[in-house]
């Protein structure tokens, strides 16, 4: 039983691409969120949902766009896609976001943009 | 200064070996703690949280020391299945913030 799946798990694609990632948890979480971890391997919160209401929306480019069709789903759209965009990107889940709350994390995406 | 700082390592350690990692953060308005442990490209998972108190679980204690503002994790009797990144992880607000990770290698 998978907890929190994404796919796909590896993504090669060329610059100027418009490219999705999913992810599914079915732990009955209400809270997602979406990391990415560079080639420096620093872990970066993007975004995070709460029962389908963005909550974290940090200093990311717009050309990605999160889109949570149901709080079980948390999918992230990037247009137009850059070198520097490569990297691993994580989806997690928690109960909630309140303090204390244990995220469990998808096993990666990894895209690589040439 | 990043917020949350961890020596990279590598700490290469043989097998039954006691090792320890400090971490440090920046921001005081820190509110819980947290170490996660990633194996090779595989996703972090959470270890153990941290508390004032100090606590442990079987072979690995946390410690906590908020005037210092930083976090330490213990690893007594290192096996080889404990070889991975560990990273010390900090809660501000409602966003969990990572540190880069030290490696950590056992040998038999």
């Given at each position: 039983d998978t907890a929190v799946s994404q796919t796909p798990k590896y993504l090669v694609t060329q610059m100027g691409n418009d490219k999705s990632i999913k992810c599914e948890q079915n732990l009955g979480h209400d809270t997602m969120y979406w990391y990415k971890q560079d080639s420096k391997k620093f872990l970066k919160i993007m975004f995070s949902y709460n029962n389908k209401e963005l909550i974290i929306n940090e200093t990311v480019p717009n050309r990605f766009s999160p889109k949570s069709p149901d709080k079980a789903h948390l999918n992230l759209h990037i247009n137009s896609l850059e070198l520097g965009d490569s990297a691993v990107y994580f989806c997690a889940s928690s109960q909630?976001?309140?303090?204390g709350e244990t995220q469990y994390f998808g096993p990666g995406t990894r895209l690589l943009v040439l | 200064r990043k917020e949350v700082e961890q020596d990279p390592g590598p700490f290469n350690v043989p097998e039954g070996a006691t090792v320890a990692f400090n971490c440090t953060y920046s921001n005081s308005a820190s509110q819980s703690f947290f170490w996660y442990r990633q194996d090779c490209r595989k996703e972090p998972k959470l270890l153990m949280s941290v508390y004032s108190s100090g606590n442990e679980d079987g072979r690995f204690t946390a410690q906590l020391n908020r005037a210092s503002q930083y976090i330490s994790l213990l690893i007594r009797d290192s096996k080889l299945s404990d070889s991975a990144t560990y990273l010390c992880v900090v809660r501000r607000g409602n966003k969990l913030v990572f540190g880069a990770g030290t490696i950590l290698r056992v040998k038999s």
């Open positions: 909630d976001y309140t303090e | -």
